[in-house]
């Protein structure tokens, strides 16, 4: 494995994602994680693993602001979400924010290029620079000739690398990617996870992907474990 050495954060700039103090729990009533905390600065990754369960995927749901915490905050670059009403967090998710869900979200009904193209279509009005940049996504996972294509006559790994082409698409500040790999042999698993390396190192955002491959893990810069207290460094750094 590569050491790959990051400056420290500057010391006036906020890391772009600081978690505080996150608790959560679920009906039950059981209580997933409390007194979490994770600053992630630009440029960096960082992974997370976890038994089946634990609460990951609520956390990168907490992180983009599509549930709540019981307790606690989370900023990104400087701006608390739960002190935006719902149409600056929809705002933010949109502009800020590229989503891998463990599920995929995929829309069966557009093609690929249109779901690719979607997050663009939302913020910005020019359409053919959302379907080059789109195009462009396409063919950086190797689904470049199947644009046109509809995603409901796709196979399981051709979706997830449709949905992490959406995720990139707008060069989101903050990546949050749930499984990224869990359905691509290895090779296309390492193509993709370089492709999410590159979107985080060359554009400065902040990643956070759950993941339980080796191989994912293997190329972020850390490797966090999430149980009910929170994330814990097993390298101690
Ligand atoms: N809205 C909810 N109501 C009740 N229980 C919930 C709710 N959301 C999550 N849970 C429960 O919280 C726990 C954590 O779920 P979560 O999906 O975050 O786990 P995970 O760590 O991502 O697991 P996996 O590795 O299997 O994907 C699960 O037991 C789940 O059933
Ligand atoms: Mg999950």
Same mark, same amino acid.
């Given at each position: 494995?590569?050491?790959?050495?990051?400056?420290?954060?500057?010391?006036?700039?906020?890391?772009?994602?600081?978690?505080?103090?996150?608790?959560?729990?679920?009906? /039950?009533?059981?209580?997933?994680f409390r007194g979490l905390?994770?600053?992630?600065?630009?440029?960096?990754?960082? !992974?997370?693993?976890?038994?089946?369960?634990?609460?990951?995927?609520?956390?990168?749901?907490?992180?983009?602001?599509?549930?709540?915490?019981?307790?606690?905050?989370?900023?990104?670059?400087?701006?608390?979400?739960?002190?935006?009403?719902?149409?600056?967090?929809?705002?933010?998710?949109?502009?800020?924010? /590229?989503?891998?869900?463990?599920?995929? $979200?995929?829309?069966?009904?557009?093609?690929?290029?249109?779901?690719?193209?979607?997050?663009?279509?939302?913020?910005?009005?020019?359409?053919?620079?959302?379907?080059?940049?789109?195009?462009?996504?396409?063919?950086?996972?190797?689904?470049?000739?199947?644009?046109?294509?509809?995603?409901?006559?796709?196979?399981?790994?051709?979706?997830?690398?449709?949905?992490?082409?959406?995720?990139?698409? $707008?060069?989101?500040?903050?990546?949050?990617?749930?499984?990224?790999?869990?359905?691509?042999?290895?090779?296309? !698993?390492?193509?993709?996870?370089?492709?999410?390396?590159?979107?985080?190192?060359?554009? /400065?955002?902040?990643?956070?992907?759950?993941? $339980?491959?080796?191989?994912? !893990?293997?190329?972020?810069?850390?490797?966090?474990?999430?149980g009910s207290d929170g994330?814990i460094?097993?390298? /101690?750094?």
């Amino acid at each position: 494995m590569l050491a790959i050495v990051q400056p420290p954060p500057l010391p006036d700039r906020p890391p772009l994602l600081a978690v505080r103090s996150l608790g959560k729990s679920v009906p /039950g009533p059981r209580r997933l994680f409390r007194g979490l905390d994770l600053d992630v600065a630009a440029g960096e990754l960082v !992974a997370i693993i976890g038994e089946s369960g634990v609460g990951k995927s609520t956390l990168l749901n907490i992180l983009a602001g599509l549930d709540d915490a019981d307790e606690g905050s989370v900023a990104i670059d400087g701006v608390v979400l739960g002190r935006l009403d719902e149409t600056a967090r929809t705002r933010l998710r949109r502009e800020r924010i /590229g989503f891998v869900f463990q599920a995929f $979200h995929i829309l069966p009904y557009l093609t690929l290029a249109q779901n690719v193209a979607l997050p663009l279509a939302l913020i910005s009005p020019d359409a053919d620079a959302a379907a080059g940049r789109a195009q462009a996504m396409l063919d950086a996972v190797g689904l470049g000739g199947r644009g046109n294509d509809y995603a409901r006559d796709l196979s399981g790994g051709e979706l997830q690398r449709v949905a992490i082409a959406r995720a990139l698409v $707008h060069r989101p500040a903050l990546i949050l990617a749930d499984e990224p790999t869990g359905n691509l042999d290895p090779e296309t !698993a390492e193509r993709v996870l370089a492709l999410f390396a590159a979107a985080v190192r060359e554009n /400065g955002a902040a990643g956070v992907m759950v993941t $339980h491959s080796a191989a994912s !893990a293997s190329i972020a810069d850390r490797v966090l474990t999430l149980g009910s207290d929170g994330l814990i460094d097993r390298n /101690g750094g």
